[in-house]
């Protein structure tokens, strides 16, 4: 976890902390993806357990609490996340079987996971300090269990400050949305995205951080994923698209998430459709002759249709009947608009 807020969150950092003589049961921290809403949700966590805050309102990193809140054992403090975020699959609740280990971890924050704080806030706090829960992210919420933080949220509990974290407001219920303090976390500017990639030793950290829409911490797991070689053959089949060439390419990316590739391809539509309105070029200025080519032709409308089509493919992707009829079927639509 990180030690500390990111440099481009100093500015959002020392605004916080005016609301602390005033703190709101509940704050909604809201930015893009890939910018540190976790970890600075979780550094305002320890820093409000704190026993010993600093002038500047961060943790003092020596008090007990500090020590507890490191290791993950701090009595008044719980995080809520899907467990899919997990480092490690939790232990089987008491009566499931051991074939229930196996299945794939959730994506989704269930109701089971929001009833569980109910002990945990109707008993006092261990050192007569706050009561702390964050969750993250916010729109993984499914139904049911955004109707039991609504409850919650609704009559919090004395002593207690909920921290969420959301890349997508409008995912949430709007009446969660009345019940939180929104607390907005921008974008860093590029110049100070790209020195902080830099100092992480990321090579071409240029095209990584434009490929993310300048997001340093998403630009930084790309970069580590190593599938600069996956992004460039679906850049290239979108720079040069033809029907007999969908299906070899729809075949070498059968095995990458379905999820990235709808999100890399909407990145291209939205620069091919800036391309052609301003001349302007966001993620991929390194295919800027190949965007260019493909803007004087595109019809708007069809771009438009295009874009739709891929963002309602974007809600399916987690779960396909065919990985590569998928593929096949997106890149096919692509050339049809491009044609």
Same mark, same amino acid.
């Given at each position: 976890?990180?030690?500390?807020?990111?440099?481009?969150?100093?500015?959002?950092?020392?605004?916080?902390?005016?609301?602390?003589?005033?703190?709101?049961?509940?704050?909604? %921290?809201?930015?893009?993806?890939?910018?540190?809403?976790?970890?600075?949700?979780?550094?305002?966590?320890?820093?409000?357990?704190?026993?010993?805050?600093?002038?500047?309102?961060?943790?003092?990193? =020596?008090?007990?609490?500090?020590?507890? %809140?490191?290791? #993950?054992?701090? !009595?008044?403090?719980?995080?809520?996340?899907?467990?899919?975020?997990?480092?490690?699959?939790? /232990?089987?609740?008491?009566?499931?079987?051991?074939?229930?280990?196996?299945?794939?971890?959730?994506?989704?924050?269930?109701?089971?996971?929001?009833?569980?704080?109910?002990?945990?806030? &109707?008993?006092?706090?261990?050192?007569?300090?706050?009561?702390?829960?964050?969750?993250?992210?916010?729109?993984?919420?499914?139904?049911?269990?955004?109707?039991?933080?609504?409850?919650?949220?609704?009559? !919090?509990?004395?002593?207690? @400050?909920?921290?969420?974290?959301?890349?997508?407001?409008?995912?949430?219920?709007?009446?969660?949305?009345?019940?939180?303090?929104? %607390?907005?976390?921008?974008?860093?500017?590029?110049?100070?995205?790209?020195? *902080?990639?830099?100092? #992480?030793?990321?090579?071409?950290?240029?095209? *990584?951080?434009?490929? #993310?829409?300048?997001?340093?911490?998403? =630009?930084?797991?790309?970069? /580590?994923?190593? &599938?600069? /070689?996956?992004?460039?053959?679906?850049?290239?089949?979108?720079?040069? !698209?033809?029907?007999?060439? =969908?299906?070899?390419?729809?075949?070498?990316?059968?095995?990458?998430?379905?999820?990235?590739?709808?999100?890399?391809?909407?990145? *291209?539509?939205?620069?091919?459709?800036?391309?052609?309105?301003?001349?302007?070029?966001?993620?991929?200025?390194?295919?800027?002759?190949?965007?260019? =080519?493909?803007?004087?032709? @595109?019809?708007?409308?069809?771009?438009?249709?295009?874009?739709?089509?891929?963002?309602?493919?974007?809600?399916?992707?987690?779960?396909?009947?065919?990985?590569?009829? %998928?593929?096949?079927?997106?890149?096919?639509?692509?050339?049809?608009?491009?044609?």
């Amino acid at each position: 976890m990180q030690t500390g807020v990111y440099p481009w969150q100093e500015g959002a950092w020392g605004q916080l902390q005016l609301l602390r003589q005033r703190l709101p049961h509940a704050i909604l %921290f809201h930015g893009a993806a890939g910018i540190g809403k976790a970890d600075f949700i979780e550094h305002f966590a320890q820093a409000l357990l704190c026993e010993n805050v600093r002038a500047d309102g961060h943790a003092c990193g =020596a008090c007990a609490s500090c020590g507890w %809140f490191v290791q #993950q054992s701090h !009595p008044d403090y719980r995080r809520i996340r899907p467990e899919a975020f997990e480092d490690e699959p939790g /232990e089987a609740e008491e009566g499931e079987d051991k074939k229930s280990k196996t299945k794939t971890p959730s994506k989704e924050i269930k109701i089971e996971q929001v009833r569980a704080l109910a002990d945990f806030m &109707n008993i006092s706090t261990h050192r007569q300090g706050l009561r702390v829960v964050v969750l993250y992210p916010a729109e993984a919420l499914n139904m049911p269990a955004s109707n039991a933080l609504l409850k919650t949220l609704e009559e !919090p509990p004395p002593g207690t @400050v909920f921290l969420l974290a959301s890349n997508s407001l409008d995912r949430l219920l709007p009446t969660i949305l009345s019940r939180c303090r929104k %607390f907005a976390l921008p974008l860093p500017a590029h110049t100070e995205a790209l020195a *902080w990639l830099q100092t #992480q030793g990321v090579a071409d950290a240029d095209s *990584w951080l434009r490929e #993310q829409g300048g997001a340093p911490l998403a =630009a930084l797991a790309q970069s /580590e994923a190593g &599938n600069r /070689e996956e992004i460039d053959t679906l850049l290239q089949y979108l720079a040069h !698209p033809a029907v007999e060439g =969908a299906l070899r390419t729809a075949d070498k990316l059968q095995k990458v998430p379905l999820t990235s590739l709808v999100a890399w391809q909407q990145r *291209w539509l939205y620069d091919l459709f800036s391309c052609k309105l301003t001349g302007n070029i966001r993620y991929y200025p390194r295919y800027g002759r190949e965007l260019k =080519a493909l803007a004087e032709k @595109v019809h708007v409308s069809r771009l438009l249709a295009a874009i739709k089509g891929t963002a309602e493919r974007r809600a399916t992707s987690d779960h396909p009947l065919s990985p590569k009829l %998928f593929i096949e079927d997106m890149l096919l639509d692509y050339t049809a608009c491009c044609a």
